[in-house]
C-alpha cells in the first residue's frame, strides 16, 4: 500500500455543474477525513468517518456537499451546483489510532477550480 | 475561531543552520500536535508529532518541543539542507475527548538558501 490516493488531482467546471471526488485511504485506517485548503491557510476540517458512519460535519460543509463512505474503504464527497467560492484544495486524510496518537496521513488533494 | 497560529508567514535560513518553526495554540484541551510539511500541489507530508505527556520528540534532524504552561510548540530542524525548503504547518487534536479532527495554523514558508 502506497499511501492514500484522491482522483482526479485536478477539476475544472463551470458554475452551477455538480462535481465528485474520490479517495482511497490507507487499507488498515478505520478514520477517513476531508478537509479543504484556500491559498495561504493551512487545511480546514469539512467531515471525518469512523468505518462507515459519518461521525462530525463541520459547518463549512453546507446543504450542497454530501460524503459518503458506503462500505468502510473508499469515499467521495460529492459538490452540488458549485459555485466560485468552492474553488479550493480538497484534502482525504486517513489515520488509526494507537495509544495516545493518532496520525493523520494525507493524500495528494484534487485540486477545483470553478469558473 | 483560530485555535492553532503560526505567527511567522515566513523564514529564511541558511543552509546547515537550524531552523526554528514556533506555534501557539489556545485550546488547553488539544493533547496531540504534529508537523507537517507540503510542497506546492501535493498533500501535506507528516513529519513528527508529540503527545502531552512528553515534552519533547527527537526523529532525526526533527526535534519538536512542547511547552504546555505556555500553549505553544516550536520545530527544530538541524541542520536545514536545501530540501527542506517548503510551507510547514503545525496541526493539534484532542484524541482524550475522541475529537480526532485536526486543527492548522496558517502556515510558515522555510527558504533554506545555499
Known amino acids: 500500500d502506497t499511501g492514500v490516493s484522491q482522483n482526479p488531482r485536478h477539476k475544472i467546471t463551470k458554475r452551477g455543474q455538480n462535481v465528485t471526488f474520490r479517495c482511497d485511504p490507507i487499507?488498515?485506517?478505520?478514520?477517513l477525513y476531508w478537509y479543504r485548503q484556500t491559498l495561504g491557510q493551512g487545511p480546514e476540517f469539512l467531515t471525518y468517518?469512523?468505518?462507515?458512519?459519518?461521525?462530525?460535519k463541520s459547518r463549512l460543509l453546507s446543504d450542497r456537499f454530501s460524503a459518503e463512505r458506503p462500505k468502510g474503504s473508499f469515499s467521495t464527497l460529492e459538490i452540488q451546483r458549485t459555485e466560485q467560492g468552492d474553488s479550493a484544495m480538497y484534502l482525504c486524510?486517513?489515520?488509526?489510532?494507537?495509544?495516545?496518537?493518532?496520525?493523520?496521513?494525507f493524500g495528494p488533494g484534487t485540486r477545483l477550480t470553478v469558473l | 475561531d483560530q485555535q492553532v497560529k503560526q505567527n511567522s508567514p515566513s523564514l529564511s535560513v541558511q543552509e546547515g543552520r537550524i531552523s526554528i518553526l514556533n506555534c501557539d495554540y489556545t485550546n488547553s484541551m488539544f493533547d496531540y500536535f504534529l508537523w507537517y510539511k507540503k510542497y506546492p500541489a501535493e498533500g501535506p507530508t507528516f513529519l513528527i508529532s508529540i503527545s502531552s505527556i512528553k515534552d519533547k520528540n527527537e526523529d532525526g534532524r526533527f526535534t519538536v518541543f512542547l511547552n504546555k504552561s505556555a500553549k505553544h510548540l516550536s520545530l527544530h530542524i538541524v541542520p536545514s539542507q536545501p530540501g527542506d525548503s517548503a510551507v510547514y504547518f503545525c496541526?493539534?487534536?484532542?484524541?482524550?475527548?475522541?475529537?480526532?479532527?485536526?486543527?492548522f495554523g496558517a502556515g510558515t514558508t522555510v527558504t533554506v538558501r545555499a
Open positions: 468517518f469512523q468505518n462507515e458512519a459519518q461521525l462530525e
Open positions: 487499507s488498515e485506517h478505520n478514520r
Open positions: 486524510a486517513s489515520s488509526q489510532t494507537s495509544g495516545r496518537t493518532d496520525t493523520q496521513y
Open positions: 496541526a493539534a487534536s484532542y484524541i482524550g475527548g475522541n475529537d480526532y479532527k485536526l486543527s
